[in-house]
């Protein structure tokens, strides 16, 4: 399964949802902050019930506020209840640099780039 949200526009975020079996991959592009939070936490939500993995792949998220952040952890808390596995692959030096200063790497999982 595959969906795209946003445009080519600076300040747009393009999501593309890869799944296969019980293991989902959102694939993030362009800027997470908090007009496109909302974007990422429907994707989460609209997810089938059955996913056993999910992983948010952020390496190419030029941006990151808060919001962003926000909705990841939102993501991973929702995942932990519905007892799914939750990983992200690494972001941009901007994004990492956020989970530092928000103390949020010593609760996420990081797991190698994925290609689906």
């Not at 996913?51 to 808390?77: C, N």
Request: charged fraction near 20%.
């Amino acid at each position: 399964m595959s969906a795209a949200n946003g445009s080519a526009q600076p300040g747009a975020l393009t999501i593309q949802i890869h799944a296969l079996g019980g293991r989902c991959t959102i694939c993030l592009r362009g800027e997470l902050d908090m007009a496109t939070a909302p974007d990422l936490e429907l994707a989460v939500n609209g997810l089938a019930p059955g996913v056993d993995d999910l992983v948010l792949d952020i390496e190419q998220l030029s941006f990151m506020d808060s919001s962003g952040l926000h909705a990841i952890l939102k993501a991973q808390d929702r995942c932990q209840r519905a007892g799914s596995r939750f990983a992200l692959t690494r972001g941009s030096a901007q994004v990492q640099r956020l989970f530092e200063l928000a103390g949020a790497l010593d609760r996420l999982s990081v797991v190698e780039q994925q290609h689906t």
